[in-house]
């Protein structure tokens, strides 16, 4: 049998960390970005979102600590607790912005 060859010194193109699939995986597409905000946006708040808006709009110093009891009830995980809660002060702000406007 003959000795198989071994390439040195074979040129090959250094791909920068961001572009590797790895460090994409789990990033929303824009696309599906879009098309959450639509279905928010045309479907309104679920009833869970709706009893946190509550939440915060209550009065009371622990309404934070609250919604985040309840968030992670429901959701399950710190992390999507804390966005979830976070997503609903936005929410929150945009409608106080908008009532503002109003008047």
């Given amino acids: ?12 193109t250094k791909l920068a960390k961001a572009q590797r699939p790895k460090h994409r995986k789990g990033r929303p597409s824009k696309r599906n970005v879009v098309v ?4 928010s946006e ?7 979102e709706k009893r946190l808006l509550d939440m ?6 622990g309404a934070d600590k609250r ?3 309840y968030a992670k009830q429901r959701l399950g ?3 999507r607790a804390v966005a979830k809660r976070e997503a609903i002060k936005d929410v929150h702000a945009k409608l106080k912005a908008r009532q503002a406007m109003g008047n």
């Fill in 1 to 12: 049998m003959a000795p198989t060859r071994v390439m040195k010194n074979f040129e090959t």
């Fill in 36 to 39: 959450k905000e639509v279905v």
């Fill in 42 to 48: 045309v479907a309104g708040l679920l009833p869970y």
């Fill in 56 to 61: 915060l709009s209550g009065t009371g110093d």
């Fill in 67 to 69: 919604m985040y009891k």
């Fill in 77 to 79: 995980t710190h992390k």
